[in-house]
């Protein structure tokens, strides 16, 4: 009797063990394998950045909002005219194509997947617009990435159109 009664108090024993380390498990792991937060207000720092040739056309701040499905962009631009201007664009991790309108009657559609390890925001776009009455394409791929513990955003940008193609890192520190 006495053998059965300490079999059944270390049986409780262990389930309870197996269940605390499997909590303990599960809880690292999605903490391990959660996807960055971008959120918060950035700031181009233009001496970390490689600007190529298109870098003044780059965002001078951006503000992003994350949600769990989503990520929206605010950004603050200067046209080839010298007028500042705010882009917004949201975009969804559902694998679906966004649209939205980055400058005059240009048509950027997106989508964007996050990398398996959820620290990279991988977004792929195509821009058309009207030049001289002909239709242009430029293929973006951009890659977001945390960098300096949180404080650094890093977007690593090709782009691809009948004029060459391009490539900057652009390097932005947090506001808040």
């Known amino acids: 009797m ?29 903490f391990l394998f959660a996807n960055a937060d971008f ?3 950035w700031k181009l720092n233009e001496q970390k950045s490689e600007l190529g040739q298109y870098g003044r056309m780059a965002a001078r ?16 631009v200067t046209a080839q005219n010298g007028e500042e201007r705010t882009v917004t664009e949201k975009l969804s991790f559902d694998g679906k194509e966004t649209e939205s309108a ?4 240009a048509k950027k559609k997106s989508t964007a997947k996050w990398t398996d390890d959820g620290q990279t925001l991988n977004v792929n776009s195509v821009i058309t617009f009207d030049r001289n009455g002909e239709t ?12 300096d513990n949180g404080q650094g955003l890093s977007i690593e940008s090709n782009s691809t159109s009948s004029f060459g193609t391009n490539t900057m890192k652009l390097v932005y520190d947090k506001v808040k």
């Open 2 to 30: 006495k053998r059965f009664l300490l079999k059944k108090v270390l049986s409780k024993k262990l389930t309870f063990l197996f269940v605390a380390a499997l909590i303990c498990l599960t809880s690292t792991a999605a």
């Open 61 to 76: 701040t951006i503000n992003i909002t994350s949600q769990p499905d989503a990520i929206s962009f605010e950004r603050n």
């Open 136 to 147: 242009m394409e430029i293929k973006v791929a951009e890659a977001y990435k945390l960098i």
């Open 39 to 41: 959120s918060g207000e």
């Open 102 to 105: 980055p400058f005059g009657t």
